[in-house]
């Protein structure tokens, strides 16, 4: 299983591009399903979870071809199964985001029940409610989990929590279902806006997304289209982070600064400068980082996709800061990891009490998940000694290229 070691390193300088997003090109991917003519997707991350959902549809009888960095073809024409096996759903959860689509392309669709992951149980109760809805019979047994339907009838689905995944895959089996969806309390994410965006280039009938109120009106065929994935707001905010960290001098560049407004307001108030300039911003760090108190929410609340990296922050800010995690029931396991690296860190509920010190120390480690990985190689930056993080692969599901990227802005860091 591959490691990374970090080194303590000095002040990272110089610029990083961000590339497009990873919750963006997996709902994509999925809706690519939907299209009857090819469709050409850019700037896709080369990212682990990118090469599953790519196989998952490869399994379902889509021809996907890689025709340049970035660059992919899709036709799903021919689409011959709607099964996805057990081996490919267990590798991904977002491999559940190929329901939707399945469901109004052919009517049914079939696949084993996403299990939890580290951050929590992370039940699918909200899709299932938004299929029902639409007239799909849910059957589950042995483990597995099928949805059938004759013809969807479009209707007016409140969504209990602004989920992103249940918003998506209901505006996927929407866009084809006889009539007007309305998805209330819909999440407002800007890849659900990415998403929909996409899927108006395909010929849907999408009005709304980005606002908590969607509008579908059902169509009876998609075709192709070419599409940009957006820049990945959560690899360019851990950049941030890592200037921030290393008191260092960072243009982070294809950014869309409107969507990483809370990052932004969270490090300018622990006392970097931030400069932002049109798809760039440029984070200084400060001598004196201050403790700031942050609580995850739903888009546009702070992303908890960022909470661990900033716990790594506020480990070495000066004063005491609290994190509240409202999203996910148990997104700390990155806090046990940290703490083996020095940090002093409470956990009381929800809440993460940190009290900033001013050194952390080199540990062995291990990436419970994406972002917890994240979070330690940012951890390692700055602790005395050499940091080695196991169970890299998590990272390698959301960051492309991430040691090159880092190593390129000074910081000694390298994959064994
Ligand atoms: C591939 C992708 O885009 N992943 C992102 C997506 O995950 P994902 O789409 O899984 O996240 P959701 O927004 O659905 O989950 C948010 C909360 O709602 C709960 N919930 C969700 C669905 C459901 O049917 N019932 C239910 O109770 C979850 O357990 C969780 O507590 O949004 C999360 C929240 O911004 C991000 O952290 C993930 O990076
Ligand atoms: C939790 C994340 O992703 P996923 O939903 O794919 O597990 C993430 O990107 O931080």
Known sequence: MEKLIVEKSKPLKGNVRIGGAKNSALPILAASLLGTEDIILEDVPKL?????????????????EFLDKGIIKINSKDINNYETPYELMSKMRASFL???????????????????????TRPIDLHLKGFRALGAQIDVDHGNIGAYAG?????RIYLDFPSVGATENIMMAAVMAEGETIIDNAAMEPE???LANFLNKLGADIKGAGTSSIRIKGVKELGGCTHSIIPDRIEAGTYMVAAAITKGDVVVENVITSHIKP???KLRESGCTIIENNDK??????????????KTLPYPGFP?????QFMSLMSVAKGTSVIIETVFENRFMHVDELKRMGADIKIDGRSAIIQGIDNLMSAPVKATDLRAGAALILAGLVADGVTEIRDIYHVDRGYEDIEGKLIRLGANVKRA
Not at 102 to 110: A, Q, S, V
């Open 263 to 265: 990052i932004i307001a």
């Open 151 to 155: 013809k969807l009838v479009g209707d």
């Open 98 to 120: 190929v329901m939707g689509p399945l469901l109004t392309r052919i009517g049914k669709t079939k696949t084993s029940l996403p299990g939890g992951c580290a951050i929590g």
């Open 48 to 64: 682990k979870d990118v090469e599953v959902i790519c196989e998952v549809l490869s399994s379902l009888g889509a021809k996907i």
């Open 304 to 308: 908890t996709d960022m909470q661990a």
């Open 192 to 194: 659900i806006v990415d």
């Open 281 to 294: 911003v440029r984070v200084i760090g400060t001598d004196e980082l201050k403790a700031v108190d942050i």
